[in-house]
């Protein structure tokens, strides 16, 4: 899906601007024709017990940083793969972690376990579960097996059902309750981390598209669900949460008033990073705690949802979907954003939320027949280390 940037209006109105060009929604209905963000618009992209009875799961932090001072406590926002690659440099750095992990995919595994019991999907906490595994044998096996899905004919039940989904729904039927589940498996794991849902409800992502109808791409269209979103052409100028206004997990808003960083990113823009910012509950806990705010910049704009993006209009269009959004630092792939073109207007961008950009090495060499850009955990570790202690 090609994406291009656009404004939302008020919360809690209906995508109350589109880009220019649009026509009508899905139901035919009218929507408002606007200009798009100028300098989005212009912007070319950028380079290359008993159960029952079981006490709430402690997580101590390290006793001390490198450089002999407590450890920080941080919280990460996010969901699949770019919340892993995060949690798995962080954990590196402090024990002191919690994850706030979306809740609204609806494909595969996760979404049938949605559709036939209820409740959270588990593959986003699923996989921040096993980013937060040692590296010692009992973490890796465990990783692997919370990540195995079965296999088998595709008309079995098991058929692509993964391992730790099956768990953590298991212990939310078994408990009733999604936190202290997360926690168990957390501590069967040993997990250097705790890991809450950012709602007490299943979401899902509903996305203004333009283009998604080639025979009319004029046209725009409300997609609803995050798989369905992955897969449909257009492009995206908006995204809304439904429920609108979805309960924060207390224990999520908590963490995050009480944390010394908050790490927003990597991720899927639409669908991992910006809802995070739509839940009035975790929004208002953004504002008011003391916390130092980081987001962490993706290394390319990712196909299906930011692709023609640059990397200015990553910013702009998290500042058009939480208005009153401040930050502290970018961290951003010295390769990917260090060309003075792309450096200067990221800048100017951040600098509109009360940020400075810091480069620093962050891209993974590509693997054999696999071109995909991706995170490098070690390198990842050490940035985070460097901006925790200032540098």
Not at 194 to 213: F, K, Q
């Amino acid at each position: 899906m090609h994406s291009v940037g656009g404004v939302v209006g008020a919360p809690g109105s209906p995508f109350a601007v589109a880009a220019s060009g649009a026509s009508s929604t899905d139901s035919g209905a009218p929507t408002t024709q606007v200009p798009m963000v100028g300098a989005a618009a212009a912007a070319a992209n950028w380079a290359e017990p008993a159960l029952e009875d079981a006490p709430t799961v402690e997580f101590k932090a390290f006793n001390n940083a490198s450089d002999g001072r407590p450890a920080p406590r941080v919280v990460a926002l996010g969901g699949g793969h770019g919340l892993s690659a995060t949690l798995a440099a962080l954990r590196t750095v402090t024990d002191s972690l919690t994850a706030v992990v979306t809740v609204a995919d609806n494909g595969g595994s996760s979404g049938r376990i949605r559709r036939e019991l209820g409740g959270l999907p588990p593959g986003d906490l699923r996989m921040a579960l096993a980013a937060l595994c040692g590296d010692d044998e009992w973490g890796r096996t465990w990783a692997d097996v919370l990540q195995h899905r079965f296999g088998g004919p595709a008309e079995g039940g098991l058929h692509g059902h993964a391992v730790g989904n099956l768990l953590i729904a298991a212990l939310w039927e078994r408990l009733g309750d999604p936190v202290r589940a997360l926690d168990w498996v957390g501590r069967l794991l040993g997990a250097r981390g705790r890991v809450l849902p950012m709602s007490t409800v299943p979401l899902e992502i509903e996305a203004l598209v333009a283009g998604a109808d080639p025979a009319d791409p004029g046209a725009t269209g409300v997609i609803r669900g995050q798989h369905e979103l992955a897969v449909t052409p257009g492009r995206v100028l908006s995204v809304r949460l439904s429920p609108p206004e979805p309960p924060a997990a207390p224990e999520a808003a908590a963490a995050i008033r009480a944390a010394d960083w908050t790490v927003l990113g990597p991720g899927s823009w639409f669908t991992s990073v910006i809802p995070h910012l739509l839940v009035p509950e975790l929004s208002a806990a953004l504002a008011q705690t003391s916390a130092r705010k980081l987001l962490v910049f993706n290394l390319s704009p990712q196909p299906g949802e930011t692709d023609g993006f640059s990397a200015e209009q990553h910013i702009e269009v998290l500042a058009d979907h939480c208005p009153g959004l401040r930050l502290d630092l970018v961290l951003a792939d010295e390769m990917s954003c260090g060309a003075p073109r792309v450096h200067g207007p990221l800048e100017k961008a951040a600098a509109a939320l009360g940020a400075r950009v810091v480069l620093a090495p962050l891209a993974a060499p590509y693997r054999a027949g696999d071109k995909s850009p991706r995170h490098d955990h070690a390198l990842l570790a050490r940035a985070f280390r460097g901006v925790f202690a200032g540098h």
